[in-house]
């Protein structure tokens, strides 16, 4: 899909009518296709946390209950479910969930162009692990995503928040954030804040860690993030991480070309860039935790759209479609290289 997109971005424009119905189509054949494949996934730990998901859904088939579990209402949804579909059909609700709003906030922001912002959230590393790993966490994000199609039904995209967060409590570090644009909403303060993060994080990284630790920040299961112990040869490994830094600056550069050199002057797409500005600036302060990665996602879901919005918002190039291309190319192939380097290295 990639291959003919960026085939397609070469041999006609981006107003073009054959280029229109193309990346329409594409698009909902990617979409369709994506939710039933993953959703309907084999139960096997290949997949992750896929069969501790599968082992408590049975619980609550045979009539299990509900424990002392974090993130309750998120065994509440589970619970009625498996006493209505199969687990199957449950994967594949929890995939709708997830990979449905990325669809939804690209449609309500870009239009006709939707599918080349959807098409880089579905080529983002972190994509395919919160589609059938993390997937509590990946599901409560894209209801956020979900919730930004309402910005103007302040409450609607209240309601949307707020089952973000009963399905997984680390939502509210973005819904935080995101608000805190709406009062604050100045690109270059927020610049200076994240890079802040840096050093602060090199000089007192684990200050850090045990100030959010001795907070009480998050629930039991997000302080072992913090404090637990992994291997080092993992994604989940310890140490500063100067690569996925790096990965991370990719939309932190974006959006400081597009604001400062293009000066391009949008509301909506300044409040996107603060949140994950502030949401991986949170991140780098606790990089050094064993499970950062987990802390990761709570920016990198956004990088997708931060990277491609001024490009689908605004002519700033002779070729630009060709350049759009290009961008959805690079961020694949460093997916693709990702995947054999940490995982088959």
Not at 154 to 183: D, E, N, R
Request: aromatic share 24%.
């Amino acid at each position: 899909m990639v291959l003919f997109t960026i085939l397609h971005t070469y041999a006609l424009r981006l107003e073009d009518t054959k280029n229109i119905k193309f990346i329409k189509v594409a698009g909902y054949i990617l979409l369709v296709s994506l939710i039933f494949y993953l959703g309907m996934r084999p139960i096997s730990g290949v997949f992750g946390d896929t069969v501790n998901y599968n082992y408590a859904f049975k619980k609550y088939q045979l009539g299990g209950k509900i424990g002392n579990e974090s993130d309750y209402y998120w065994h509440v949804f589970m619970k009625i479910m498996s006493h209505l579909v199969t687990i199957h059909v449950f994967f594949t609700i929890c995939t709708f969930l997830y990979i449905y709003p990325m669809y939804r906030l690209s449609k309500t922001v870009f239009n006709k162009y939707w599918y080349y912002a959807f098409m880089m959230f579905v080529v983002s590393f972190s994509f395919y692990t919160y589609a059938v790993n993390g997937v509590r966490n990946g599901a409560a994000l894209s209801l956020f995503l979900w919730g930004l199609c309402y910005r103007d039904k302040k409450i609607i995209m209240g309601l949307f928040f707020l089952v973000a967060t009963l399905f997984h409590k680390s939502a509210l570090l973005p819904i935080l954030a995101y608000l805190a644009t709406l009062f604050y909403n100045n690109p270059k303060v927020y610049f200076k804040g994240w890079l802040a993060c840096i050093p602060l994080s090199l000089i007192m990284g684990s200050v850090w860690i045990t100030l959010f630790t001795s907070l009480g920040f998050g629930d039991d299961r997000l302080t072992g993030y913090l404090t637990g112990e992994a291997s080092a040869d993992t994604f989940s490994s310890t140490g500063f991480r100067w690569d996925f830094l790096f990965y991370s600056a990719f939309p932190v550069f974006a959006g400081w070309y597009f604001i400062f050199k293009k000066k391009f002057n949008d509301t909506f797409y300044n409040q996107l860039l603060n949140t994950y500005l502030i949401c991986n600036g949170f991140w780098i302060l606790v990089i050094r935790a064993s499970f950062s990665n987990r802390f990761a996602y709570l920016s990198w879901f956004m990088m997708a759209i931060v990277i491609i919005y001024p490009m689908l918002k605004q002519q700033f190039f002779k070729n630009q479609h060709i350049l759009i291309g290009r961008v959805i190319l690079l961020y694949f192939g460093f997916t693709y290289a990702m995947f054999y380097v940490y995982y088959y290295k």
